[in-house]
């Protein structure tokens, strides 16, 4: 008798739409659905940083395995247009509070959301640093004090900014463009103080840089546009 191997793959991540179920003939059901995954970011031995990685999978389910998918299909839209509004409301929210509140002038943007769910906490805080171009902390109510995460800009280094500050935490870790720590309440204030009267940062690097990549002519390059593309990388 020949022994049969299956391989089997589990892949866990978020369904990107609702799946598109289809009835065949012989009642064969098949499902197409897309499946986002994510692999965290992390930081080399030698502190160089590893983004954020996602990958987009198509994925094909039949008799049984479709049904499934079909009968959920409805719950999982739910939730994730119920994570989506959660999401938009939170960062509504803290829209509102850097405009019309003295964090407006902050170089540091520490924003304490109360009610906002700590799943979305990342995500809010990476759309408020790209809305202002200003590092980000986005807290709100954990189990035990506060709890959020950060995101930062080109030339701020997040985590050793926190970690000079590791006395106010109970908890953190992360790399240079993102974080995510823990604190006591009464630490909040004192916290948003220090790195705002620390942040080092100066106007260039508030400035956000786009760069674009074209196509130049052989003939456009001179000896100036080198000595300016060196200047300019400076």
Known sequence: NKEMSVNKVILIGNVGKEPDVRHLDRNVVVANLVLATTERGYTLQNGTPVPERTEWHNIVLWGGLAEVAEKYAGELKALNDERKK??????NEAIT???????????VLVVFLPDCHESVAG???GRIKEK????????????EGLKGSARSIEGYNIFEKLMERKELLTKFGGHPMAAGLSLDAANLLELRKQLNENHGMSADDLTQKIWIDVPVPVDYISEKLIEDFIENMK
């Open 132 to 143: 202002y171009y200003r590092p980000t902390i986005v807290l709100t109510r954990g189990e």
């Open 86 to 91: 959660i999401t938009l409301d939170a960062t």
């Open 123 to 125: 995500i809010v805080a």
């Open 97 to 107: 509070l850097v405009d019309t509140t003295e964090l407006s002038d902050d170089k």
